[in-house]
């Protein structure tokens, strides 16, 4: 077989014609490094060899430009590249290649993830920890990092929470207490991280126990009276967390 002609297009790629086989797109990586430009009488073997490393280069290149919008896990790119139907021979050299280069590095991603994570968001270190894991990257490498971070980042982190919940909560202290300490599990949060601050916590419940107490009242009066409707009221606000002192003043009151 014989190359007999060249055609440059777009980027770093040439249009290449062999003699009775038609045209191929090659890197000019490819060209160079099987001297194509010198030697134009190509064996089928080294034809081969020229498309595999065209493959490879491909694979790397647009691993690259995966990797150029923002950090990526060795995870992350090799489902990339299946995407893109790489073979995983090719899969497999390209990660090879990135690693080698520095371009995927599992200390560095995870050093910076979890930065951003703490400035970003308002995310704990079990979530945190949680969504590394997903990406297949070392447990100790992760956890090294997350204790690097201060315990009062994380304690901060919480009180936001905590307090923003707080002005939109509309239920007893003791239903508020149950919800935050559930929604702040999911968020990756520890007991220890948040315990202190819901000791502490200063929340007086009396409005919203008048408010909610004189609906369900309202309501409740529609179908009973007498005894059956404060036991039924009772049996309410009993459900809704507040305390006996609370409901026994606003049945002597009513």
Known sequence: M????YK???????QVTIK??????LYDDVILKFNLLIDKNISPEK????????????????????IAIKMRTKKETQEYL??????????????????????????KYVHYYILDQVNLTLNGPAKIKQALLKQNLKEEVITKELNNIDSK????????????????????KTIF????????????????LYEELLTNLDLNDNDNFLKNANKIYLKLQKKYEGEELI????NKLYAKGYTVNQINDFINNI
């Open 47 to 66: 034809l081969r060899a020229i498309m595999e490393y065209n493959d490879e280069l491909s694979s790397y290149y647009k691993a690259l430009k995966y």
């Open 82 to 107: 299946k995407k893109n139907n790489v073979s995983a021979n090719i899969i497999a050299k390209t990660i090879a290649r990135l690693e080698k280069q520095g371009y995927i590095n599992e200390e």
């Open 231 to 234: 036991y039924y009221l009772k």
């Open 8 to 14: 440059k297009l777009k980027g770093n790629k040439y």
């Open 177 to 192: 207490l149950n919800k935050i300490k559930l929604y702040l599990f999911k968020e990756g949060f520890t007991k220890p």
């Open 2 to 5: 014989q190359i007999v002609g």
């Open 153 to 172: 980042i994380w304690q901060e982190k919480c009180q936001k929470i905590i307090t923003k919940k707080l002005k939109a909560n509309k239920d007893s």
């Open 20 to 25: 009775n086989k038609g045209e191929i797109t």
